[in-house]
């Protein structure tokens, strides 16, 4: 299978990963209407839970989401990445969903980033990137809009080249 572009973003725990993601999982669906006036469908699988996907958005837990663009792109995003153990969770179900961009969280260092460094090679591109942890509540939100945008450019230019 090929994937397209593969995103990691890293951190120390409790640096607002999963926060980010599940924050761009909520925007994506509106961000890809806006840009390309394409409605996105959009599928989900908790982590606790079997391979069953359901329509609606898991609360206050890690989660996986899967983006059908266009009835040919499929866009993954994975919230959670605290050990190899669900990095790899992800990856399977991520891959074995024939996505064709894959955002995932990981640590800083240890089995998440041996886990993501070894899927960096099935990807055309891999971009990583490092979530900050902020002291102060403010300057985390204003840092996390920040790096939400990147995300969100990132994929927009990815998804351009894949819908020519």
């Avoid at 397209?4 to 409790?14: Q, T």
């Avoid at 996907?53 to 890690?62: F, S």
């Avoid at 089995?111 to 990137?129: C, G, H, M, R, S």
């Amino acid at each position: 299978m090929k994937i397209d572009l593969l995103i990691s973003v890293h951190g120390a725990s409790n640096s607002g990963k999963s926060t980010i993601l599940r924050s761009l999982i909520d925007d994506m669906n509106g961000e890809i209407e806006k840009e390309f006036n394409l409605r996105a469908s959009v599928e989900y699988r908790e982590y606790r839970s079997s391979n069953e996907t359901v329509t609606v958005r898991p609360q206050n837990v890690d989660f996986v989401a899967v983006f059908t663009i266009d009835n040919r792109i499929k866009l993954g995003i994975a919230t959670g990445g605290d050990n190899g153990r669900i990095e790899e969770q992800n990856w399977k179900f991520l891959t074995s969903s024939n996505c064709n961009i894959i955002v995932v969280a990981g640590r800083t260092k240890g089995a998440t980033v041996e886990k993501i460094e070894k899927y960096a090679q099935d990807a055309q591109l891999f971009i990583p990137l490092f979530k900050a942890r902020c002291k102060k509540e403010e300057d985390r939100n204003g840092q996390d809009v920040k790096f939400k945008l990147v995300l969100i450019n990132l994929l927009k230019k990815e998804l351009t080249d894949l819908l020519k």
